[in-house]
């Protein structure tokens, strides 16, 4: 991101922000409720149009409207705090659908690579179930298998436990720290502290439209640069947080 500017009417969201991720970071992205962070997540996705500056993966431009654009999405795997489930359709049929109908890929080959990813985020025989019948952890898995077999360079997760019961939420969180140990490029927001410390190679922290703190989790959350990091994290419980 170069420069990127993101405004609602008047309101400036994102102000000259610049910003690169490189292959394999994991990244994530905390600040105050309303700073922006969803809309960055959008922006890099060309969900949202952006006012100024630009947004590249690697050399191509992304640009809100821009024929190229399906063909750039599908290289950027994006998973939302509500899942975005196909209702009527089965855990393996939402997972097949893009593969299969966007990317042209062989039926019985994305079905096989569906159901490795399935057995290995603890959903082993699910494939035919419907969203209803899985808990909301199970379906964040399935989203995120979803985007895995789209075989993205660049994973968007814009609070994916934030939704979920508390005795779901490791579960998933596992899952995003296996992605994260495997080398996976993944651009996270999340609450979750603890977590980020452990996942993230780098941490960004958000407030008032600019990137206020970008560093290594460890200084983040022992020496924040910032007054306003030091309240944002102030007001978390970060009881055994430096058994992580
Ligand atoms: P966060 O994800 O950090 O909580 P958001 O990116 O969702 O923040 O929102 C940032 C700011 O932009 C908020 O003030 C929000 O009200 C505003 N905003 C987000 N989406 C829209 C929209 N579609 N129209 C107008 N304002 C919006
Ligand atoms: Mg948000």
């Avoid at 969180?173 to 993944?186: I, P």
Wanted: with cysteine; net charge neutral; hydrophobic share 40%.
């Amino acid at each position: 991101m170069d420069h990127v500017t993101k405004r609602f009417g008047n309101h400036t969201v994102l102000d000259d922000i610049s910003l690169t991720v490189h292959r394999g970071e994991v990244i994530v992205v905390i600040g105050p409720s309303g700073c922006g962070k969803s809309t960055l997540l959008r922006c890099i996705n060309a969900l949202e149009k952006i006012q100024g500056g630009e947004i590249k993966l690697g050399n191509e431009k992304i640009e809100y409207g821009s024929k190229r654009l399906p063909s750039l999405r599908q290289k950027i795997g994006m998973v939302f705090q509500n899942y975005e489930l196909f209702p009527h359709l089965t855990v393996l049929g939402n997972i097949q659908l893009a593969p299969v109908k966007v990317q042209k890929r062989n039926l019985a080959e994305v079905q096989a690579e569906a159901i490795g990813w399935l057995d290995r985020v603890g959903l082993e025989g699910r494939e035919n179930s419907y969203p209803r019948e899985l808990s909301g952890g199970q379906k964040q898995r399935v989203a995120i298998v979803r985007a895995l077999c789209m075989h993205p360079e660049i994973l968007l997760f814009d609070e994916v436990t934030a939704a979920l019961d508390p005795e779901m939420v490791r579960e998933v969180l596992d899952v995003m720290l296996a992605l994260a140990a495997q080398g996976r490029t993944m651009l996270i927001v999340t609450h979750e502290m603890r977590f980020a410390r452990a996942a993230a190679d780098r941490i960004l922290f958000l407030d008032g439209g600019k990137i206020m703190e970008d560093s290594d989790p460890e200084t983040f959350f022992t020496h924040p640069q910032t007054e306003r990091a030091r309240r944002f994290l102030s007001t978390f419980q970060f009881d055994n947080i430096k058994k992580l």
